[in-house]
């Protein structure tokens, strides 16, 4: 995490924050979830319980301040610094894979974790993790409350 937030993409007077991309993937042997970004400020999400995942999901349509909101959460946990790939230390053949591509106005990240998160320790994060933060930022904004837990 960096000391100071990198600054909220940047956008004209009057105009949401809307992504060129956003999808976020996350899943293992427990719960599975998928948010991918539609376009004209649409987003979807789909959850799973279980193995048999439907993509089909919800559709939401965040507001301008919820976009807003979310731009300024993810530059304040330092998202943007984030590495390309987490690993764990030592070899775990279960566990939770995740990866995200997010591109707006300008900015942009490509990552990916196997058992390993940004602010997290020993093959977990805690609710003060930037990963958590992150997962909590993706929730409020998606209305998805199963996305942290």
């Known amino acids: ?3 100071s937030p990198a600054p909220s993409p940047s956008v004209s007077p009057g105009q949401s924050r809307r992504p060129k991309v956003l999808r976020v993937s996350l899943g293992g042997f427990g719960p599975n979830w998928e948010v991918k970004y539609l376009g004209k400020g649409r987003l979807r999400y789909a ?5 048999l995942f439907d993509r089909s999901g919800t559709i939401v349509e965040p507001t301008p301040a919820q976009w807003e ?3 300024r959460e993810l530059s304040t946990i330092g998202f943007w610094d984030w590495a390309g790939e987490y690993l764990p230390k030592e070899d775990i053949l279960d566990g939770l894979c995740w990866s995200l591509e997010v591109a707006v106005a300008g900015q942009s990240l490509i990552s990916r974790g196997d ?9 977990a994060y805690d609710k003060n993790s930037e990963f958590y933060l992150f997962l ?5 904004l998606t209305g998805c409350r199963k996305l942290v837990r």
């Open 1 to 3: 995490m960096t000391d």
């Open 47 to 51: 959850y799973s319980a279980g193995a």
């Open 69 to 71: 909101q979310f731009w």
């Open 115 to 123: 058992n390993a998160y940004p602010g997290g320790q020993h093959c």
């Open 136 to 140: 909590a930022a993706l929730a409020r």
